[in-house]
């Protein structure tokens, strides 16, 4: 059974720094891409930015050069370096895994909350 369990997320200033992080276990043949996105209240969840197996990385414009998505392949872990956070980043930020057809899983969720 894969498991994604997210961590990182928290209160930070407009302006500042997070770190989120996806470890996943139970990957019994990789993954396709893995990614990030969130979700604010009463809003749909949306994406926010994915890695492919081989380290290919695309982003949604509204994050694009503020984020950067990237993944330790030992520790079966991927990050989301969040930068210059505003206000509307806010969101509970859910980590995904597509490993095959039929086979894609989310995370619990981390919430991410942003200070003006």
């Known amino acids: 059974q894969v498991q994604l369990v997210e961590s990182g997320g928290g209160l930070v200033q407009a302006g500042g720094s997070l770190r989120l992080s996806c470890a996943a276990s139970?990957?019994?043949?990789?993954?396709?891409?893995m990614g990030w996105y969130r979700q604010a209240p009463g809003k749909q969840r949306v994406f926010v930015a994915a890695?492919?197996?081989?380290?290919?990385?695309n982003y949604a414009d509204s994050v694009k050069g503020r984020f950067t998505i990237s993944k330790d392949n030992a520790k079966n872990t991927v990050y989301l370096q969040m930068n210059s956070l505003k206000p509307e980043d806010a969101a509970v930020y859910y980590c995904?895994?597509?490993?095959?057809?039929?086979?894609?899983?989310w995370g619990q969720g981390t919430p991410v909350t942003v200070s003006s």
């Open positions: 995904n895994a597509d490993c095959g057809p039929r086979e894609n899983y």
């Open positions: 139970g990957m019994l043949f990789g993954f396709n891409s």
């Open positions: 890695i492919t197996r081989i380290g290919t990385t």
